[in-house]
């Protein structure tokens, strides 16, 4: 079963392209910022010299790693069905 047979009754393949497109920037915004968390805690424990700082680097570490798999994971999600998407556009033109 197509993606687009799915969805057709209420939006078109256009609409859908734009939201799964949009949906993948968002899966990479959330990687880079898990990215930059999990930095930003590795630099807080370098740094710190009392415990409070130190948890909050292990905090962000731990945080900043799920962050940027799970963006990665909705990035990969997306890219696929934006390609399905697009595969599918083609056989209707």
């Known amino acids: 079963m197509s993606i687009l ?4 009754p209420s939006r078109n393949l256009k609409e859908l392209i734009t939201d799964v497109a949009r ?3 968002n899966g990479l915004l959330i990687f880079q ?3 930059v968390l ?3 805690g590795v630099v807080i424990n370098v740094l710190s010299n009392n415990i ?3 948890v909050s680097g292990i905090f962000f570490v731990i945080f900043g790693t799920l962050s940027t798999a799970i963006g990665f994971y ?3 999600h997306y890219a696929h069905k934006y390609n ?3 595969k ?4 209707l033109a």
């Open 33 to 35: 910022m898990g990215i």
């Open 23 to 25: 949906n993948e920037r």
């Open 5 to 8: 047979s799915e969805d057709a």
């Open 84 to 86: 399905n998407l697009l």
């Open 52 to 54: 409070v700082a130190t």
């Open 38 to 40: 999990a930095f930003g």
């Open 74 to 76: 909705v990035t990969v």
């Open 88 to 91: 599918e556009s083609d056989t």
